[in-house]
């Protein structure tokens, strides 16, 4: 029997069409409760603070640049949702006189608009956005060559030799946006052979990076986070790491500090992937069959699920 339609945009797959018990059961978690969804191959963290937070999560950076070698390079893989770490990464690395030479880093995601990568001279541009908080940041005797800098753009296939080319990916961090993704693997439509059920687990995760339509409630998200509001500024595509690079990540750290996601979201997919639920329909979800996931929250930024009029 077919699922029921998404109450946002019927033509697409997202969490508004699970299960009305699985969405009540995540509505009613405490963070106490949140904590202890902890299972060997996924950790709940909690900071009291924002300041604890961005450093805790600059710090993974750090922690695996300082494995890097030439013989061993170690690379992380970034978000530009949350970017309040990236200047305290470069803070870090120059304090500490640490060089970055045989380290490597992977940006997660660009928009693409009219067949081709946003430029990274244009506003919006993420590569713009990692450069200028922290690359151009780092002491230029410390920081890494820049062909060790690997971005996403139209050369797909260059771009995912980088993840087999004998870099070791020590972390890939991540937001998690309203429709429940990491990077932009966003549900896909509700079309085709999907028209009455999302893609298997399995069928998912064989996707790789490349170019992704954008579900409504993503651009929606980033006009907001990004562009004041403005929808017909955000582009309706992007090119994102997809299922196939997060499971060469040694570690895969989630960090949600209230801005991105909302209250219920924050809590549906620790409960999914602690319960080992993978949905489609829930991308995030899909971190369930990874060995070795963290979320990260500011507990100030969980909120509450409960009904209030404001």
């Known amino acids: 029997m077919a699922r029921k339609?998404?109450?946002?945009?019927?033509?697409?797959?997202?969490y508004t069409t699970l299960d009305a018990g699985l969405v009540r059961d995540a509505a009613a978690l405490t963070p106490q409760k949140m904590l202890k969804l902890s299972r060997p191959?996924?950790?709940?963290?909690?900071y009291d603070t924002l300041e604890d937070f961005y450093l805790a999560e600059a710090l993974e950076y750090i922690t695996a640049w300082k494995q890097s070698t030439l013989d061993n390079p170690v690379g992380v893989c970034g978000p530009?949702?949350?970017?309040?770490?990236?200047?305290?990464v470069a803070r870090l690395v120059n304090e500490l006189n640490l060089n970055l030479y045989s380290a490597h880093f992977w940006g997660m995601d660009e928009w693409f608009i009219d067949g081709k990568a946003l430029p990274a001279t244009h506003p919006l541009s993420f590569e713009k956005a990692d450069r200028e908080l922290c690359f151009n940041r780092i002491r230029k005797d410390l920081v890494m060559p820049d062909a060790n800098l690997h971005f996403p753009n139209a050369n797909i296939a260059a771009f995912r030799k980088t993840w087999n080319s004998g870099i070791r990916c020590a972390v890939m961090q991540g937001g998690q946006g309203d429709v429940k993704h990491w990077a932009f693997n966003d549900p896909p439509r509700r079309t085709g052979k999907y028209r009455n059920q999302?893609?298997?687990p399995a069928e998912y995760r064989k996707l790789a990076t490349r170019v992704v339509d954008l579900h409504p409630l993503t651009i929606a998200q980033n006009a907001r986070t990004s562009g004041g509001g403005n929808i017909s500024l955000v582009p309706t595509q992007a090119i994102?790491?997809?299922?196939?690079?997060?499971?060469?990540?040694?570690?895969?750290?989630?960090?949600?500090?209230?801005?991105?996601?909302?209250?219920?979201?924050?809590?549906?997919?620790?409960?999914?992937i602690s319960q080992r639920i993978p949905d489609a329909a829930v991308p995030m979800s899909l971190l369930a069959d990874h060995p070795n996931v963290q979320f990260n929250y500011y507990r100030q930024g969980l909120g509450s699920c409960r009904v209030e009029m404001h």
């Open 240 to 272: 994102t790491v997809g299922p196939v690079e997060t499971w060469l990540a040694e570690k895969v750290s989630i960090w949600q500090a209230g801005t991105h996601d909302n209250p219920f979201g924050q809590r549906l997919t620790c409960l999914m």
């Open 80 to 88: 530009i949702g949350p970017t309040e770490q990236l200047p305290l």
């Open 198 to 200: 999302p893609p298997s």
């Open 5 to 14: 339609l998404s109450s946002i945009a019927p033509s697409w797959w997202d």
């Open 41 to 46: 191959g996924f950790k709940v963290v909690m």
